[in-house]
């Protein structure tokens, strides 16, 4: 059973830091796509930014220059460093892992259970 599991929430001024951390875990032999998702109050959830295993990287327009993502194969971690943070990054933020190829066989489409990121003053 894939397991992903998101640290790292929390409340923050506008202009400030946080990091959020998602662990994988399960007998995982190796993942595909690693990547956050974000869901604000009464919006869609959106793609925030992923990473391959192969090291490509997607932002969403929203977050190019302040937000980076950083990602150990080796761990199974994925990380996202959220800078210059803004009253409307405010979402349960939603760690998402896909192609997933562990001793179980294989799966697509996992997620943590997110975690809250408020931004404000």
């Known amino acids: 059973q894939v397991q992903l599991v998101e640290s790292g929430g929390g409340l923050v001024q506008p202009g400030g830091s946080l990091r959020l951390s998602c662990v994988a875990s399960?007998?995982?032999?190796?993942?595909?796509?690693m990547g956050w998702f974000r869901q604000a109050p009464g919006k869609q959830r959106e793609l925030v930014a992923s990473v391959t295993s192969g090291g490509s990287i997607t932002y969403a327009d929203s977050v190019k220059g302040r937000f980076t993502i950083s990602r150990d194969n080796a761990k199974n971690t994925v990380a996202l460093q959220m800078n210059s943070l803004k009253p409307e990054d405010t979402a349960v933020y939603y760690c998402?892992?896909?192609?997933?190829?562990?001793?179980?066989?294989?799966?697509?489409?996992?997620w943590g259970n997110g975690t809250l990121v408020t931004v404000s003053s």
């Open positions: 998402n892992a896909d192609s997933v190829v562990s001793d179980a066989g294989y799966g697509w489409d996992y």
């Open positions: 399960g007998s995982i032999r190796s993942i595909y796509v």
